[in-house]
Nanobody
Framework: QVQLVESGGGLVQAGGSLRLSCAASGRTFSSYAMGWFRQAPGKEREFVAVISWSAGLAYHSDSVKGRFTISRDNAKNTVYLQMNSLKPEDTAIYYC???????????????????WGQGTQVTVSS
């Protein structure tokens, strides 16, 4: 069992930056692939980024590539999402998720993740 708690959301102006954190409980954090998803009002939850258990592989959606960076620190049981050059269309609730997987292949659909955090609100004003 893994419990995930996100933090770092807030209100920021367009062009600004935020760093989201996701603290995980459990001694087996390093064996999980970790991902970030987001959901805007009236829209389906969408993939943002995923990182392998060893942090050796990472993949970002086209909509955030070059602006967002996922990373993890297994010693701290924490995964991060650095968000730069934020746009109003990035406004959403951001969710951290974990998958019992040694690969990140295919981990872009919400149904592929096994555990979820409660989410943190990110609002980007124009």
């Amino acid at each position: 069992q893994v419990q995930l708690v996100e933090s770092g959301g807030g209100l920021v102006q367009a062009g600004g930056s935020l760093r989201l954190s996701c603290a995980a409980s459990g001694r087996t954090f390093s064996s999980y692939a970790m991902g970030w998803f987001r959901q805007a009002p009236g829209k389906e939850r969408e993939f943002v980024a995923v990182i392998s258990w060893s942090a050796g592989l990472a993949y970002h959606s086209d909509s955030v590539k070059g602006r967002f960076t996922i990373s993890r620190d297994n010693a701290k049981n924490t995964v991060y999402l650095q968000m730069n050059s934020l746009k109003p269309e990035d406004t959403a609730i951001y969710y951290c998720a974990a998958a019992r997987s040694r690969t990140i292949v295919g981990l872009t659909a919400p149904r592929t993740m096994d555990y979820w955090g409660q989410g943190t609100q990110v609002t980007v004003s124009s």
